[in-house]
């Protein structure tokens, strides 16, 4: 019935592997968990590598592929027909977890997301990006996903029926870090398969620190610069990104000039205090959409 699969990349599981398990034990159904790691460092793959068990399969990669091309290659390894697919830095928060994804398996549903949440305890202040942004921007109830589901699908915590999945997989032409499934959710939309959310979320339990953030929040925008080049920009796309829209507008209004100007001016500004935790969320806005500017023209 479910095959878990977590893709790992320095980031001790057990914790996440043990909450599992007990809901695992809990199905009238069958299930397994599967980690693939992706060249963590030695410490993290010494830790993880004995979570290896009869329940549990293991693989170590001798090399890094990235985020896309280890969540296609799970297709290898799982025996079952529905894939559940984790993030290694979930937390379970609910005690039917699992058996809330069953019920829309067996109500015949192809594609299922939970969504995920953010603490509600402040972190300390080199977190405080990432954690403002996740509650701001990711952490939204099932009925507002919803309301525009392929835009708002996310692979940190999903299912997906194996035919399904084989039949489009994550682009890995993506490479690097983000909009692997911004692509993915736009692909479904195009071969018309339903993604369906629920309130069904995990924990966003490994904070980024600023730094950290901002490079993936760079990187992710020249992931989208990628996909716009080898999708010769498909004004439909555009329409369901939130950053390639504003971009798209302030191209017809002829601003990008001097929002290129702008960034150019204050990103040696701006950088550092986002990096320094400085997390006022119209002025990472700005920076993300100056960083496109630059890196990307039609």
Request: glycine share 4%; net charge positive.
């Amino acid at each position: 019935m479910l095959s878990v699969c977590i893709p790992v990349y320095n980031v001790k599981v057990g914790r996440l592997v043990s909450a599992l398990q007990e809901q695992i034990a809990t199905l009238d159904v069958p299930a397994e968990i599967v980690l693939i790691d992706d060249h963590s460092e030695k410490t993290y793959a010494e830790d993880n590598s004995t979570l290896a068990s009869s329940k549990v399969k293991y693989i170590a990669l001798p090399e890094n592929i990235g985020r896309a091309r280890i969540r296609n290659l799970f297709l290898k390894y799982v025996q079952y027909d529905h894939l559940l697919f984790l993030d290694c830095d979930s937390e379970i928060v609910k005690k039917d977890f699992l058996q809330a994804y069953i019920s829309e398996i067996k109500k015949g549903a192809k594609v299922v997301c939970g969504g995920r949440v953010y603490s509600d305890t402040v972190p300390p202040k080199l977190f405080r990006l990432h954690w403002k942004y996740g509650r701001e921007k990711e952490s939204k109830p099932a009925n507002e996903r919803q309301k525009n589901p392929n835009a708002s699908f996310m692979t940190n915590n999903f299912v997906v029926d194996r035919m399904v999945f084989e039949g489009i997989k994550l682009d890995e032409r993506v490479t690097g870090y983000g909009h692997e499934d911004t692509l993915f959710g736009y692909q479904l939309k195009l071969k018309n398969i339903a993604v369906n959310h629920i309130d069904n979320p995990v924990l966003h339990a490994h904070l980024q620190s600023n730094p950290q953030f901002v490079e993936n929040t760079e990187s992710a925008i020249l992931n989208l610069v990628r996909i716009m080049l080898f999708m010769g920009d498909d004004e439909v796309f555009v329409k369901e990104v939130t950053l390639l829209r504003a971009y798209s507008k302030c191209d017809r209004y002829k601003l990008l000039p001097f929002i290129r100007f702008l960034f150019r001016l204050n990103a040696p500004i701006l950088r550092p205090l986002l990096c320094s935790g400085f997390d006022n969320m119209m002025t990472l806005n700005f920076y993300k959409l100056g960083y496109l500017t630059i890196n990307y023209s039609k």
